[in-house]
C-alpha cells in the first residue's frame, strides 16, 4: 500500500470513528445523566482497564482477554452511552499505560468502541432484557465484528510502524474468532446475574 493510500485509509477510518461519536453523543446530548451514572460508568471503565492490563494473556498475534466483560455491563445497564464511555475511555487508557501516545493509538479505539455502541443500541431495542440466546447472538455477532476490526487496525498499524508481517497480522484470524466467539458465549453467561446484582444497589439510575 502507498503512503498516500494508507494515509487516507487512516484518516477515512478516524473521521469515520470521529463522527460516529459526535453522533451518538448528539442523540444522547437530552439523556439524564445522574452522578450514580456517571460514577458507575467510570468504575466499569476503571474496571476494563485493570482487566485489559492484569486480566489478559498476550500472545504473539492475539490477546484472550474477560476484559470485555464490563463494556457488556456498561452496555446492558446504559445503552449505547455506557458502551461509547466504557469502549472509548477504557481503550485510550489501556493503550496509553501499556504502549503510550503513538500515531496509531485513535485507530485502536475504533474496535471495542463500536462493540460499545453496537451493544449498547440492541439492548435498548430490547429493552435492556435480552433472552440468553439472543444475548449468545449480538455477543457473537459483535465479537466477530471486533476482531475483523482489530485485524485491519491491526494491518494499518504495523504498516505505519514498519513491522508489518502477513503471518503476524493474518496468520492467527481464525483462532482469534474462535476466541472471541468462545468469550462471547461464557459473558453471556456471565454478565447477567452481575448486572443484576448492580442492578439492586443503584435503584434509580435511569437508562438511556
Not at 11 to 37: H, Y
Not at 65 to 78: C, D
Not at 107 to 125: A, H, M, S
Not at 130 to 137: A, D, F, K, M, Y
Request: proline letters at 3%; glycine letters at 8%; hydrophobic letters at 55%.
Amino acid at each position: 500500500m502507498s503512503g498516500s493510500a494508507l494515509t487516507l485509509a487512516y484518516a477515512s477510518i478516524v473521521i469515520s470513528a470521529l463522527l460516529l461519536i459526535v453522533w451518538v453523543a448528539l442523540v444522547s446530548w437530552k439523556e439524564s445523566f445522574t452522578a450514580k451514572k456517571i460514577v458507575m460508568i467510570a468504575m466499569l471503565t476503571a474496571v476494563y482497564v485493570i482487566l485489559c492490563l492484569v486480566g489478559t494473556i498476550r500472545l504473539w498475534w492475539m490477546n484472550i482477554s474477560v476484559a470485555t466483560l464490563p463494556l457488556i455491563i456498561a452496555s446492558l445497564l446504559f445503552g449505547p452511552v455506557g458502551g461509547l464511555f466504557v469502549g472509548l475511555l477504557g481503550s485510550f487508557l489501556e493503550q496509553l499505560l501499556t504502549y503510550g501516545l503513538m500515531a496509531t493509538t485513535v485507530l485502536w479505539l475504533v474496535p471495542n468502541t463500536v462493540r460499545g455502541l453496537l451493544l449498547g443500541f440492541y439492548f435498548r431495542k430490547k429493552n435492556y432484557r435480552p433472552t440468553r440466546v439472543q444475548l449468545i447472538g449480538v455477543l457473537t455477532v459483535a465479537a466477530l465484528i471486533t476482531t475483523a476490526l482489530n485485524t485491519v487496525v491491526m494491518y494499518l498499524d504495523s504498516v505505519v510502524q514498519g513491522y508489518y508481517s502477513y503471518a503476524y497480522v493474518f496468520g492467527g484470524v481464525v483462532t482469534r474468532v474462535l476466541a472471541g466467539v468462545a468469550t462471547a458465549v461464557v459473558m453471556a453467561f456471565v454478565a447477567p446475574p452481575v448486572v443484576g446484582l448492580l442492578e439492586r444497589t443503584m435503584e434509580g439510575v435511569k437508562k438511556d
